[in-house]
Nanobody, 123 residues
């Protein structure tokens, strides 16, 4: 199986930055993708960004484009989500997810999930 552990959430003022990290262990492989989703209270879980492990190609949701950047560290099996220019509407629990094959944008496409990390952006 695969285990995912997130870190890096917290409280930040609007306009500030945070970097989330997700470390994978277990049955990881080169032909898989890791993604970030978020869920605000009373809302559905939504796609934020994903990275394809084989070539580091990334894909961002429109809400994240220009502000959020994904990167990876192969040696640590870790993916980072750098979030800049944060807004109060970015407040949510952020979840790391993984799947074998191509990245997806829907939660059900990912069988492996982390426990989530809270991000709160104050105005």
């Amino acid at each position: 199986q695969v285990q995912l552990v997130e870190a890096g959430g917290g409280l930040v003022q609007a306009g500030g930055s945070l970097r989330l990290a997700c470390t994978a262990s277990g049955r990881t492989c080169k032909s898989w993708a890791m993604g970030w989703f978020r869920q605000a209270p009373g809302k559905e879980r939504e796609f934020v960004a994903a990275i394809r492990w084989s070539d580091s190609r990334t894909y961002n949701a429109a809400s994240a484009s220009g502000r959020f950047t994904l990167s990876r560290d192969n040696a640590k099996n870790t993916v980072y989500l750098q979030m800049n220019s944060l807004k109060p509407e970015d407040t949510a629990v952020y979840y790391c997810a993984a799947r074998y094959g191509e990245y997806g944008v829907l939660p059900y496409e990912y069988p492996y999930w982390g426990q989530g990390t809270q991000v709160t952006v104050s105005s």
